[in-house]
């Protein structure tokens, strides 16, 4: 079985950092896509950001210029760079890859920003 596991979140100041963790472990053969989304309390769930396999990336606005995606291959991870970190960014934080061509979802990590 295929599994992602988020890594990384927790409670920070407005202004500080953090580095959010995705591997997947079991089975893989590829892994094509991988996205970070995020879900706030009473809000939508929001794409933050995806980085292909080919290593594109695409942003939300509300992060561009403050979150970076980057992936490593050889350990199967996906990480998500979170610098000038706003107490808007608070929000559990899924990690979604497409790995031999099905869809996983991680369980999410929380991250907080305090103001």
């Known amino acids: 079985q295929v599994q992602l596991v988020e890594s990384g979140g927790g409670l920070v100041q407005a202004g500080g950092s953090l580095r959010l963790s995705c591997l997947a472990s079991?089975?893989?053969?590829?892994?094509?896509?991988s996205t970070w989304y995020r879900q706030a309390p009473g809000k939508q769930r929001e794409l933050v950001a995806t980085i292909t396999s080919g290593g594109i990336t695409n942003y939300a606005d509300s992060v561009k210029g403050r979150f970076t995606i980057s992936r490593d291959n050889d350990k199967n991870t996906v990480y998500l760079q979170m610098n000038s970190l706003k107490p808007e960014d608070t929000a559990v934080y899924h990690c979604?890859?497409?790995?031999?061509?099905?869809?996983?979802w991680g369980q999410g990590t929380q991250v907080t920003v305090s103001s």
């Open positions: 979604n890859a497409v790995i031999n061509g099905l869809h996983y």
């Open positions: 079991g089975r893989i053969f590829r892994i094509y896509d």
